[in-house]
């Protein structure tokens, strides 16, 4: 599988952003898909997971309630709806995959990285 992401930009803080990550290949829904952030002089973190029929997601804290990670399968697609943006979420969001559900807040469990998307929240 390979992997696009888009829908990076510029926001004020409190408004919202949606990031879409497009994959390429025939067994989109084998893959566990997550998205990361890196922050300028920041080690990449982990921001979201989700399992590949939708049925589990996960969200690292500093986002629960704020940014929503889903997929269609059908569009080979998984997204990350980000509202209520703050400056500290300012960063290079990439999307990546894997196949087995564990460690799935693990980088480097991940086999599969799009090139990132920036996303920008001005204060």
């Known amino acids: 599988v390979q992997l696009q992401a888009s829908g990076g930009g510029l926001v004020q803080a409190g408004g919202s952003l949606r990031l879409s990550c497009a994959a390429s290949?025939?067994?989109?829904?084998?893959?566990?898909m997550g998205w990361f952030r890196q922050a300028p002089g920041k080690v990449r973190e982990f921001v979201a997971a989700?399992?590949?029929?939708?049925?589990?997601?996960w969200h690292t804290d500093s986002v629960k309630g704020r940014f929503t990670i889903s997929r269609d399968n059908g569009k080979n697609t998984v997204y990350l709806q980000m509202n209520s943006l703050r400056p500290e979420d300012a960063a290079v969001y990439y999307c990546?995959?894997?196949?087995?559900?564990?460690?799935?807040?693990?980088?480097?469990?991940?086999?599969?990285w799009g090139q990132g998307t920036l996303v920008t929240v001005s204060s």
């Open positions: 989700i399992s590949g029929n939708g049925d589990y997601t």
């Open positions: 990546a995959a894997k196949r087995p559900i564990r460690n799935y807040y693990r980088e480097d469990s991940y086999s599969v």
């Open positions: 290949g025939r067994t989109f829904s084998d893959y566990v």
